[in-house]
């Protein structure tokens, strides 16, 4: 594999986290420690690691779709970022979307990270925005067809 190096520290017990196959944009994360999750519940588990996600970049957390798809865990918050200056472990906010109690055994893959580079913007307060086709319309303004 070619890319940047990122520093990961372990907590005791965790594994470094991997690829599970050449090509795969994202590392599949760990949780370290079992977890029962009852139906509409959360809990924010543990990954077992830190990392120094390079300058320039973000590390987006992402659900695992096999998760969500089978047992209806998924991210309470969607998608995580990790910030390039943060150094505490990374941990999964997992929430329990079906109707049945789930348990994942430690070590159960649950997420993935993304690394990207990202570009910061300059902000900049103005009266108002030039004008394009879409304008303001919002939320379904092309319609489903």
Known sequence: MQGRKMNVVLTDGAE???YAHDGDAGFDLCITEDVRLEPNASAVCGLGFA???PSG???LVFPRS???AHYGVTLRNSVGVIDSGYRGEVC???VNLSC???FLPKGSR???MVVVPFVPCDLVKVASLTDTERGTDGFGSTGID
């Open 57 to 59: 970049c973000v590390g």
């Open 92 to 94: 999964a906010p997992l």
């Open 66 to 68: 096999g998760l969500g």
């Open 110 to 112: 649950v997420c993935q």
């Open 51 to 53: 990392c120094e996600i």
């Open 16 to 18: 470094l986290p991997r």
């Open 100 to 102: 049945d109690t789930v």
